[in-house]
C-alpha cells in the first residue's frame, strides 16, 4: 500500500478537549479546500501508484459533496479509510450510501456516557446520537472493517477499559480498538500540562485490557506508548511496529505567510518523541518503540 494522509476539512462539528487541529480549524477554516483541488491531487498520486487513502481531520465528512468524493476516489482505485466522530451517520441515506464506497472506518469514541461524552467531545446530544448512529452503521454494514480509536488523556484513561466495553455492548461493530495517548501537538501542545497522565499509572490497567479485548476477538493497538509500559509479551500490541509510511498533506502557512499545502514523508511513528538513558540497553529500542513523547519529561519521570 502507498498510503495518503490527507486533511481535506478544517472544521468540526465536535470540540474534543484534547483536539491537535483546533489551531489549524481556526487558522484555515476560511480556506478550505475544493472539490477540485483534492481530486486533483488524488488523481495525480493515484499515477504514482498511491492506493490507500485516509480521509481525515478536521471531520472529512462535512466535507462539500462527500459522498461524491467517496464515489470518485474509489473509482480511480483508492482503498479508502475515513476517520470520523461519527456524526454523519445519523442519517441512514449517508449510512447506506458511504459504507458502499469507505473500506475502512474509524469512529473517535472517547467516553462511555452522556456525561463523559459532554466532556471529551463538547457536544451535548451525541451520546444519544451514538445509539442511532452505531444501529445505521451495523444496518448498512458492507463488511468494511470498523475501527474505534479512543484518545485517552488526563480525564479519561482511567476509563479506558469502560470506554471499550461501551463501544463492544453497542451495535457498533468494532474489530480493531486503537487506544492513541495524547500527542503534544497543536493545541494539545500548549495544554499538554492539563492532559497528560502518568503512564506507569496507566500501565496498571493495560493487563485487563488485554485480556477483555482478546477474549472479546477485538484487534488492540497502542499508539503513542513506549513499549516498556505495555509489559513484555505485549510488544506486538504497539501500533508502532505496525506503522507504514506515508505522506501527510495538509494546509500549512509558508515563511511568506501564503496558505499553502505541505506535504510531509512520514517513513516512522517517533515524530516528537525521544530516546531516554534506559532505552540504550533496551532491547525494543529500534524496534517496535518509538520512545517517549519529549515533552511528557516535562511534567512526568520515565
Ligand atoms: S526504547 Fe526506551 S521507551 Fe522504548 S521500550 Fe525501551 S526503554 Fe522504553
Redesign the pocket.
Known amino acids: 500500500m502507498k498510503r495518503l494522509e490527507f486533511h481535506i476539512t478544517y472544521s468540526c462539528n465536535h470540540a474534543c478537549i484534547f483536539c491537535s487541529e483546533d489551531d489549524r480549524m481556526m487558522e484555515y477554516s476560511k480556506n478550505p479546500l475544493t472539490e477540485i483541488q483534492v481530486r486533483s491531487i488524488l488523481v495525480d498520486r493515484a499515477k504514482k501508484w498511491y492506493n490507500h487513502v485516509n480521509f481525515t481531520w478536521g471531520e472529512p465528512t462535512l466535507f462539500p459533496n462527500f459522498l461524491k468524493l467517496l464515489s470518485f476516489t474509489k473509482k480511480i482505485g483508492y482503498k479508502i479509510y475515513v476517520w470520523t466522530n461519527g456524526t454523519s451517520f445519523v442519517s441512514k441515506s449517508f449510512s447506506k450510501e458511504a459504507l458502499k464506497y469507505i473500506d475502512e472506518l474509524s469512529l473517535s469514541i472517547h467516553w462511555f456516557n452522556q456525561i463523559s461524552c459532554k466532556a471529551q467531545t463538547g457536544h451535548k446530544k451525541h451520546f444519544d446520537l451514538f445509539k442511532i448512529i452505531a444501529k445505521n452503521i451495523k444496518t448498512y454494514n458492507q463488511k468494511n472493517f470498523f475501527f474505534s480509536n479512543v484518545v485517552i488523556n488526563k480525564s479519561n484513561y482511567m476509563d479506558t477499559l469502560k470506554i471499550i466495553k461501551f463501544v463492544k455492548e453497542s451495535d457498533y461493530p468494532v474489530a480493531q480498538v486503537l487506544i492513541s495517548n495524547i500527542a503534544p501537538e497543536w493545541l494539545a501542545d500548549h495544554n499538554f500540562k492539563d492532559l497528560a497522565f502518568s503512564l506507569d499509572d496507566f500501565k496498571l490497567d493495560i493487563p485487563d485490557i488485554v485480556t477483555y479485548t482478546s477474549q472479546n476477538n477485538i484487534i488492540l493497538r497502542f499508539f503513542g506508548l513506549?513499549?516498556?509500559?505495555l509489559w513484555r509479551d505485549y510488544e506486538d500490541y504497539s501500533n508502532d511496529g505496525h506503522w507504514q509510511e506515508r505522506h501527510t498533506i495538509e494546509r500549512y502557512t509558508n515563511d511568506r505567510g501564503n496558505i499553502v499545502l505541505k506535504d510531509t514523508y512520514s517513513p516512522d511513528n517517533s515524530r516528537k518523541r525521544t530516546?531516554?538513558r534506559?532505552?540504550q540497553t533496551?532491547?525494543?529500542?529500534l524496534n517496535p518503540?518509538?520512545?517517549?513523547f519529549k515533552k511528557y519529561l516535562d511534567f512526568y519521570e520515565?
Open positions: 513506549p513499549t516498556c509500559i530516546f531516554v534506559k532505552c533496551c532491547e525494543w529500542r518503540c518509538t520512545w517517549v520515565f
